[in-house]
């Protein structure tokens, strides 16, 4: 023993000193490691980061102008597939459709409603998702849609009677009587103001996230990313829940350009929460979504990932393993050595217009990560002449600022309510409606 404490060069004074740094060490490094495990809501602790730089090639080298944009576009689309939420699967499947209900009278008169089955393979069975589109009934010409998923089932999305109930929604499951399932039907409809945006000119498009993918670790077994592995020719494990959310709005639009009431170069993709990150992994992937609106995303939608506060990598993986790929868990308190952050994610938009909104409760999701998310983006909105935000300093409550790249923070909670919808309503008209 003592001849080895020797070699190794050590004696009782010498481990004790060792022990002692150790301590110190542990001491010192303790908290903080498991302080950034923690959420934080503490502005003066989030202390200092740098992001990614969106605009430098793999090469080192600057992007210059449009032609070199494209390619650190398709260099950042691989990174957060790589890193973040699998790949978006290109092949679109034997996608069909069948009108299963059209409604001329909807919402008393106001509004058409169409309720469309999804087919994702030749046959007419699952997998399949169900959507409902409302138009406005007085329409001439082709209109503009918003489109969404939902958390609840189509028919949560409003109370009218007509609306097919979720084949899918393990709550609803739960009802068998007829009496109860009616009691559910416009459980969020203060989300969807399908009547003021019908009232507007707009049309609205939804479906049921769990069709695509039930919302629980191991959802993916009997979601898409199983049923569909030969067809789409992917394994499970290459892509994520979110991915397959956001595929499964493409696939909405693979419906819409089919419409002729709809406008398909006027098709604005919306999220809520993890819906939102949905909405803009899909309006990175899917450049036929005119503009693309993300609520309240936070962690893993628009928010910063490298500022520590609300949400961490570490939580939401923690809490969420199946929204993204394995190799985001190798983030879980290391955000540094991420080679993204979320604002090149919203980068991925420009030069379309992109709307981040906030709420002033949802400290969750980081309200000030969302907008520094959105200013960071602004250099790509640059290279196209776009103006973004317009401030460096995040506005007043309840204030809108910019244009094609535009930010909110909303009074209240994590939600999306009248007053998100009515800003988002100008946002089109002004930038997709009235100017060409
Ligand atoms: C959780 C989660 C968030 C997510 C939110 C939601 O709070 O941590 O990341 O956005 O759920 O989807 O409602």
């Known amino acids: 023993m003592r001849n080895y404490k020797k070699a190794m060069g050590l004696n009782m004074g010498g481990i004790a000193k060792i022990s002692f740094c150790l301590t110190v060490l542990l001491l010192c490094w303790g908290p903080l490691l498991q302080a950034q495990e923690e959420f934080n809501y503490d502005e003066s602790k989030v202390g200092a980061y740098t992001l990614p730089a ?7 080298r600057l992007v210059s102008g449009n032609k070199d944009w494209k390619k ?10 790589d890193n973040v939420y699998g790949k978006f699967p290109k092949k679109r499947s034997n996608i069909h459709f069948e009108t299963l209900k059209i409604d001329r009278h909807a919402l008393s008169g106001r509004a058409i409603s169409k309720q469309v089955r999804i087919y994702f393979t030749k046959e007419k069975k699952q997998p399949y998702m ?6 406005p009934a007085k329409v001439t010409k082709p209109v503009p849609v918003f489109i969404g998923l939902n958390f609840k089932g189509n028919q949560s999305i409003d109370g009218d009677s007509a609306i097919m109930l979720s084949e899918k929604h393990p709550e609803l499951l739960k009802y068998t009587k007829a009496k109860e399932q009616q009691l559910i039907r416009g459980e969020q409809a203060e989300r969807w103001e399908i009547d003021t945006l019908i009232g507007r000119g707009f049309g609205v498009a939804s479906a049921y996230y769990g069709d695509l993918e039930l919302d629980y670790p191991e959802g993916w077994k009997t979601g898409i990313r199983t049923t569909l592995k030969e067809t789409l ?3 499970p494990q290459e892509w994520s829940a979110i991915s397959a959310w956001a595929w499964g709005l493409s696939r909405m639009m693979d419906y819409l350009e089919t419409d002729q009431q709809v406008n398909k170069k ?3 993709v919306t999220g809520h929460s993890r819906l939102g990150k949905a909405a803009l992994w899909a309006g990175a992937n899917d450049t036929r979504f005119a503009a693309v609106i993300s609520n309240n995303s936070g962690e893993g939608g628009a928010a910063l990932s490298r500022r520590w506060f609300g949400e961490t990598i570490n939580r939401i993986n923690t809490n969420f393993p199946h929204w993204f790929v394995d190799r985001y868990k190798t983030y879980n ?10 604002h090149m994610l919203l980068a991925l938009i420009a030069p379309r217009p992109l709307y981040v909104a906030s709420a002033t409760e949802d400290l969750w999701a980081d309200p000030r990560g969302e907008f520094l998310s959105a200013k960071n983006a602004e250099p790509v ?9 317009g401030v460096v ?8 600022v910019g244009e094609t790249v535009r930010y909110h923070i909303r009074t209240g909670k994590h939600n999306i309510l009248l007053f998100d919808w009515l800003r988002y309503i100008d946002f089109a008209n002004e930038n997709l409606i009235k100017i060409k």
Do not use: C, W
């Open 54 to 60: 969106v605009l430098e090639l793999s090469s080192g």
């Open 333 to 342: 308190n290391n955000a540094t050595a991420l080679p993204v952050d979320q």
């Open 72 to 81: 650190r576009r398709t260099e950042i689309i691989k990174l957060f597939e």
């Open 266 to 268: 006027q098709v604005i």
């Open 381 to 389: 909105y640059s290279l196209f002449h776009k103006k973004g935000l």
């Open 393 to 400: 300093d995040m506005p007043a409550t309840d204030t809108s």
């Open 233 to 235: 020719a992917i394994q």
């Open 130 to 135: 169900d959507m409902i589109l409302y138009l």
